[in-house]
């Protein structure tokens, strides 16, 4: 997977992902987001940055028991419930899809460490 060793952080404060490359260690340990956390925000000198935890994943039913296409025509991918980052009680879904220049343009900023780069496919 293009991602793989790849994480991210996101402000309490404004909408702002940061994006990096993770450690050999960080990228083993149970505790490696926190580890990221703690030396990202040192790196860039903030105490606002915080993962987004991966909560759950809701599964739609499909229409089970015929052929591949009645199957392909009803698939819903599923939908990612996240910690909220900001509030630290509640939940966070996507509820649109973006493009990279669409959120930079009026919905955030993009932070890219470690020589990363965004491109658009």
């Known amino acids: 997977m293009v991602t793989m060793g790849l994480g991210s952080l996101t402000s309490r404060v404004i909408d702002e992902l ?6 050999g260690s960080e ?3 149970d505790s490696g ?3 990221a956390k703690e030396r990202i925000s040192k790196l860039l000198k903030r ?4 993962p987004v935890d991966l909560l759950r994943a809701e599964r739609y039913n499909h229409y089970k028991g015929s052929n591949f296409q009645k199957f392909s025509a009803s698939y819903k991918p599923p939908i990612l419930i996240y910690a909220c ?3 630290e ?3 966070a879904r ?4 973006v493009s990279i220049d669409e959120f ?18």
């Open 33 to 35: 987001q926190n580890e």
């Open 104 to 121: 930079e343009a009026g919905l955030g900023k993009i932070t890219c460490l470690d020589g990363l780069q965004l491109i658009a496919l």
């Open 94 to 97: 996507g509820i649109e899809e």
């Open 89 to 91: 009680v509640g939940e």
């Open 85 to 87: 980052p900001k509030c």
């Open 27 to 29: 990228w083993v340990n």
């Open 47 to 50: 105490d606002d940055l915080e």
């Open 18 to 23: 940061v994006l990096f490359e993770m450690t």
